[in-house]
């Protein structure tokens, strides 16, 4: 199963998500989206949720930390202890509900405002 992470800025917006979102799930069939526990309740995240009627699963904070990333934003490092939340949360979300083993399809791709991003992630066991 395929899961789109994400990592947003407290200022994104849903149109920033979902820019991030299409860039980085296109060809690709989602199952489910993903972003750190601290987001939750986040008014752009339920109605980016809502609006492509995907479950989302919150990834605790310690999960994110050691996971291994294709890029790095010094900010996700500093805070989360990875390089990159979008990623990491794809990968956490992938292997703990779909199957351990899970790989990223791609680095994460960040929204034309850069308040967003977006990393596919597949399960180990599809």
Same mark, same amino acid.
């Given at each position: ?9 407290? +200022? @994104? %917006?849903?149109? +920033? *998500?979902?820019?991030?979102?299409? @860039?980085? /799930? ?8 993903? %972003?750190?526990?601290?987001? $939750?309740?986040?008014? /752009? =995240? %339920?109605?980016?949720? $809502?609006?492509? +009627?995907?479950? =989302? ?6 999960? *994110? ?12 490092? @500093? ?11 794809? *990968? ?9 083993? @899970? ?17 596919? /992630? ?5």
């Amino acid at each position: 199963m395929i899961v789109a992470g994400l990592g947003f800025s407290s +200022s @994104a %917006t849903a149109d +920033s *998500l979902r820019e991030a979102f299409d @860039a980085a /799930a296109a060809n690709h069939d989602v199952a489910a989206l993903a %972003t750190v526990a601290d987001k $939750e309740g986040h008014s /752009a =995240l %339920t109605s980016f949720a $809502e609006e492509v +009627s995907l479950p =989302l699963h919150f990834v605790a904070a310690g999960d *994110l930390a050691g996971q291994r990333t294709l890029t790095c934003s010094n900010r996700s490092r @500093a805070t989360y202890g990875t390089g990159s939340v979008a990623e990491a949360s794809a *990968l956490a979300a992938a292997g703990k509900h779909f199957g351990p083993g @899970a790989r990223l399809l791609s680095p994460r791709q960040i929204s034309d405002d850069r308040l967003a991003t977006c990393a596919i /992630a597949i399960g180990g066991q599809t």
